[in-house]
Antibody, heavy 118, light 110 residues
């Protein structure tokens, strides 16, 4: 069974940093693209970032470019999102999602809530 | 990237058909056959319903179908069921290694 479990969310002050992790199991992690998608409370889905299977192809939404860094450790079956210079508008549930290719998501984690507030 | 444009809400009665549109530009929806659709019930995780414009994953009822014309993609749900009431989001590849979602459409089954 495919499982994606996010961790690392919490409350952080504006300007602060946080690192999210997504532990994958039930499939060959190193064969898949992985994505981060966020959803602010009561709002819609917003794509954040994606990384290909070997980590060499990466993309970011304009709203996070230069502040967030996506990475993966295929030996640990884990996806990461390093978030720096956090702003109130980054407050959201962050989902990791698996992509058979780079442009859609077939499995999603349960999400990790990030709250940016003083 | 700009968000794709979806109607905020649509509605239909059980057994009827509804279509949800997703309008972008030639740089995203119109430029690639990489449109996908997701269903999200309140408090739940999104679920893939359609990928590559019109492909349906295994387990998704054939009542759900996708299409595209120019810069607009559509999700059609035929023979509405009460459990189809949910939020629906389109997503498209937008070039330069980026993706874009639509703002979401709330489907109400009357």
């Amino acid at each position: 069974e495919v499982q994606l479990v996010e961790s690392g969310g919490g409350l952080v002050q504006p300007g602060g940093s946080l690192r999210l992790s997504c532990a994958a199991s039930g499939f060959t992690f190193s064969n898949y693209w992985m994505h981060w998608v966020r959803q602010a409370p009561g709002k819609g889905l917003v794509w954040v970032s994606r990384i290909n299977s070997d980590g060499r192809s990466i993309g970011y939404a304009d709203s996070v470019k230069g502040r967030f860094t996506i990475s993966r450790d295929n030996a640990k079956n884990t996806l990461y999102l390093q978030m720096n210079s956090l702003r109130a508008e980054d407050t959201a549930v962050y989902y990791c999602a698996r992509g058979p290719v780079g442009h859609y998501f077939d499995y999603w984690g349960q999400g990790s809530l990030v709250t940016v507030s003083s | 990237q700009s968000a794709l444009t979806q109607p905020r809400s649509v509605s239909g009665s059980p057994g009827q058909s509804v279509a949800i549109s997703c309008t972008g530009t030639s740089s995203d929806v119109g430029g690639y056959n990489y449109v996908s659709w997701y269903q999200q019930h309140p408090g739940k995780v999104p679920k893939l319903m359609i990928y590559d414009v019109s492909e349906r994953p295994s387990g998704v009822p054939d009542r759900f179908s996708g299409s595209k014309s120019g810069n607009t993609a559509s999700l059609t749900i035929s023979g509405l069921h009460a459990e189809d009431e949910a939020d629906y989001y389109c997503c498209s590849y937008a070039g330069s290694y980026t993706l874009a979602f639509g703002g979401g459409t709330k489907l109400t089954v009357l």
